[in-house]
C-alpha cells in the first residue's frame, strides 16, 4: 500500500501540474485542441516542459547539492518558500511566454495564473502550516480544467472524472504516508481548486 502510494505521489509532483494542465487544454480540450495549430502547440509544449518540469527540477537539485534543503521531496515545511519561490520564477516566465501570442484565449491565462496565485498563497502559508502542496498542485489542475470547460461551454465528463479521482487518490496517498493530516490535504485541495476556478470563471489576467 505504501509503495503505491509513494508511487502516486511522485507521479502526480505538484511541480509538474502546470505542464499537465497545459498538455490537458492544448491536447485534449475539444475546442482549444482544435483552434491551435498542432506545431505551434508541441513548441509550446516543449518550452513548457522546460520551464516548468526541467529547470525547476534542476534547481531544486542545485539547492539539494548547495545543502540550502534536507530533501529533494521537501519535506520539511521551512525548506519549501525558497524552492517554491524559484519555480514560480519559471512559471511565470512561462506565462510571459504565452501571453505574447496574439489569439491565446484569456481563459486559458486566467487558469495558468490563477495556478500560479495559489502556489504563491501556499507559499505563504506553508512556513507556518504544512498545507500540502501535492493536493494544492493537482487540485489546481482541475479548478483550471474544469473552469475551463464551463466558459466554454464544452462538456469533457471522462476527462474531469479522471482528474477528480486523481485528486482523491493523491490525497489519500498522502495521507497513507502520513505526509500531512486530513486537514492539510483538505485546505491544499479546496485552495488549490477554487482560485484558479475563479480565475478562470471572472477572466482575471495580468
Same mark, same amino acid.
Given at each position: 500500500?505504501?509503495?503505491?502510494?509513494?508511487?502516486?505521489? #511522485? =507521479?502526480?509532483?505538484?511541480?509538474?501540474?502546470?505542464?499537465?494542465?497545459?498538455? #490537458?487544454?492544448?491536447?485534449?480540450? !475539444?475546442?482549444?485542441?482544435?483552434?491551435?495549430?498542432?506545431?505551434?502547440?508541441?513548441?509550446?509544449?516543449?518550452?513548457?516542459?522546460?520551464?516548468?518540469?526541467?529547470?525547476?527540477?534542476?534547481?531544486?537539485?542545485?539547492?539539494?547539492?548547495?545543502?540550502?534543503?534536507?530533501?529533494?521531496?521537501?519535506?520539511?515545511?521551512?525548506?519549501?518558500?525558497?524552492?517554491?519561490? =524559484?519555480?514560480?520564477?519559471?512559471?511565470?516566465?512561462?506565462?510571459?511566454?504565452?501571453?505574447?501570442? !496574439?489569439?491565446?484565449?484569456e481563459t486559458i491565462?486566467?487558469?495558468?495564473?490563477?495556478?500560479?496565485?495559489?502556489?504563491?498563497?501556499?507559499?505563504?502559508?506553508?512556513?507556518?502550516w504544512k498545507i500540502?502542496?501535492?493536493?494544492?498542485?493537482?487540485?489546481?489542475?482541475?479548478?483550471?480544467?474544469?473552469?475551463?470547460?464551463?466558459?466554454?461551454? =464544452?462538456?469533457?465528463?471522462?476527462?474531469?472524472?479522471?482528474?477528480?479521482?486523481?485528486?482523491?487518490?493523491?490525497?489519500?496517498?498522502?495521507?497513507? #504516508?502520513?505526509?500531512?493530516?486530513?486537514?492539510? =490535504?483538505?485546505?491544499?485541495?479546496?485552495l488549490g481548486f477554487?482560485?484558479?476556478?475563479?480565475?478562470?470563471?471572472?477572466?482575471?489576467?495580468?
Amino acid at each position: 500500500m505504501k509503495q503505491t502510494a509513494k508511487v502516486i505521489s #511522485l =507521479v502526480l509532483n505538484p511541480f509538474i501540474m502546470p505542464f499537465f494542465g497545459v498538455l #490537458l487544454v492544448f491536447k485534449f480540450h !475539444d475546442y482549444f485542441s482544435i483552434v491551435y495549430h498542432q506545431d505551434f502547440v508541441n513548441t509550446l509544449l516543449i518550452v513548457g516542459a522546460l520551464l516548468t518540469i526541467v529547470f525547476p527540477l534542476i534547481s531544486i537539485f542545485v539547492l539539494y547539492k548547495s545543502k540550502m534543503i534536507s530533501d529533494l521531496y521537501l519535506s520539511k515545511k521551512e525548506e519549501r518558500i525558497i524552492p517554491i519561490i =524559484v519555480t514560480l520564477s519559471y512559471y511565470f516566465a512561462f506565462y510571459y511566454i504565452i501571453r505574447k501570442p !496574439d489569439g491565446i484565449s484569456e481563459t486559458i491565462l486566467a487558469g495558468y495564473l490563477g495556478g500560479c496565485v495559489a502556489l504563491i498563497i501556499s507559499a505563504f502559508i506553508t512556513p507556518r502550516w504544512k498545507i500540502s502542496l501535492h493536493a494544492q498542485g493537482i487540485s489546481s489542475l482541475a479548478g483550471m480544467f474544469i473552469g475551463i470547460t464551463q466558459a466554454t461551454f =464544452v462538456n469533457q465528463p471522462e476527462e474531469i472524472i479522471s482528474i477528480i479521482i486523481c485528486v482523491g487518490f493523491l490525497g489519500t496517498s498522502r495521507l497513507i #504516508l502520513h505526509k500531512h493530516t486530513t486537514a492539510q =490535504v483538505l485546505a491544499g485541495t479546496v485552495l488549490g481548486f477554487t482560485v484558479p476556478y475563479l480565475f478562470v470563471l471572472n477572466g482575471w489576467t495580468i
